[in-house]
């Protein structure tokens, strides 16, 4: 595997259910993102950890969970969501998390909450 | 807040035909990245830029940083179907790291 990647690509969530997405990034980085992507909205920053400490959380609800055991691994926790965080979850990476480096993104996980 | 505005939202083009798009800001940015993003998948680097005037090209597409910092803009030569897509711009001001991403530019290439 090479690049950036997730699992699952779709997931479909009653609002009582608990799942978790999975990223993993085979680019020695040391820094990770969760972003939200909603129709006709820009890109929205969730999480962003560098070296497996969580180093910004732009006021997400708390129904929303991330957890970084390493560097290469990034996981988001959800439960009892609503069907307005019906959207897709994007996972990135990069060298660092400070300064001007690139960000590099997965495919995305397409979530639909019924 | 910070905001990029990034246009046109939208092109319909003919097969063969130059693109162009933009993303202005009235603040300053630092790094300017432009992404393209495929119907299903996450987006991918096309071209990072780093230096005001700054002029860089990836095969047919070249992708300026505006002397003013507060702009970037993207150019397409010579479009092709699978150049069909949304593109993004994304700029990072200071050192902070977090990127801030336009809305997108769907474009769509008629054969």
């Known amino acids: 595997e090479t690049g950036v990647t997730q699992t699952p690509r779709h997931l479909v969530m009653g609002m009582t259910n608990k799942k978790s997405l999975k990223c993993e990034q085979h680019?020695?980085?040391?820094?990770m993102y969760w972003y939200k992507q909603s129709a006709k909205k820009p890109l929205e920053l969730m999480f962003v950890?560098?070296?497996?400490?969580?180093?910004e959380n732009n006021s997400v609800p708390s129904r929303f969970s991330p957890e970084c055991p390493n560097s290469s691994h990034l996981f988001l926790h959800l439960h009892t969501l609503q069907p307005e965080d019906s959207a897709l979850y994007l996972c990135?990476?990069?060298?660092?998390?400070?300064?001007?480096?690139?960000?590099?993104f997965g495919p995305g996980t397409r979530l639909t909450v019924t | 807040g910070q905001q990029l505005n990034q246009s046109p939202q939208s092109m319909f083009i003919q097969e063969g035909e130059d693109v162009s798009m933009n993303c202005t800001s009235s603040?300053?940015?630092?790094?300017w990245l432009w992404y393209k993003q495929d119907p299903g998948e996450g987006p991918v680097l096309l071209i990072a830029?780093?230096?005001?005037?700054e002029l860089t090209s990836n095969g047919r597409l070249t992708a300026q940083f505006g002397i003013t910092r507060k702009d970037s803009f993207l150019n397409i030569s010579a479009s092709i179907p699978s150049d069909v897509g949304i593109y993004f711009c994304?700029?990072?001001?200071?050192?902070?790291?977090?990127?801030?991403f336009g809305k997108g530019t769907k474009l769509s290439v008629k054969p």
């Open positions: 990135a990476s990069s060298q660092e998390a400070r300064g001007p480096y690139e960000q590099y």
């Open positions: 680019l020695g980085h040391n820094a």
């Open positions: 950890y560098s070296l497996e400490e969580r180093v």
């Open positions: 603040s300053i940015f630092n790094t």
């Open positions: 830029l780093y230096k005001a005037g």
């Open positions: 994304a700029g990072l001001r200071g050192s902070q790291g977090n990127l801030i």
